[in-house]
């Protein structure tokens, strides 16, 4: 009740056209709890949380960290306008199964934080080269703060501007 009267607040702001929900469903090792439990007593809940979303003329991202694959069908299949997910999943199936819709992240972070600047480079232009027909794809390595070397943050930020440009 407490994330529907708070949604029902965000809503009503009318420059919000994108509202972000995130749950924590994974870890790096994939579900927290078995897939079934999540069917009979988590996703219900979500259908009501886009269903209040879309009523009011919002589109809804959904952010969940750590290894999606396992549930992936599932969260498609809740009727989300996006999906956000972390270094963990697979981006070539996320985008497979999200085609079309708001799809960001997917690249490790820790590659950030940690490689080189050939690492991330490379990382960054094959996620561009994957997602670069995805009209909805947006850039993003989460858990980065306050790990990053700052010049690193810099030409990773390079690297999406040169490579992540549409044609």
């Known amino acids: 009740q407490l994330t529907l009267r708070d949604l029902r ?5 009318e420059d919000l056209p994108l509202i972000a929900c995130h749950d924590d469903l994974c870890s790096a090792a994939g579900p927290m709890f078995h897939p079934d439990w999540y069917r009979r007593y988590v996703y219900p809940r979500y259908r009501q949380v886009f ?4 009523t009011h003329g919002k589109k809804a991202l959904f952010v969940c960290d750590g290894d999606v694959m396992q549930i992936l069908p599932q969260l498609s299949a809740l009727e989300m306008d996006g999906l956000a997910v972390d270094g963990h999943s697979d981006l070539r199936m996320v ?3 999200m085609s079309g819709r708001i799809i960001t992240g997917g690249m490790r972070s820790s590659i950030v934080s940690g490689g080189t600047l050939e690492e991330i480079e490379q990382m960054v232009r094959q996620t561009a080269s994957l997602m670069m027909d995805e009209p909805g794809y947006f850039f993003q390595s989460s858990g980065m703060a306050g790990t990053a070397p700052p010049d690193k943050v810099e030409f990773y930020q390079e690297c999406v501007r040169k490579y992540g440009k549409r044609q």
């Open 9 to 13: 607040a965000m809503c009503s702001v």
């Open 95 to 97: 985008r497979e199964a």
């Open 51 to 54: 269903d209040l979303i879309h």
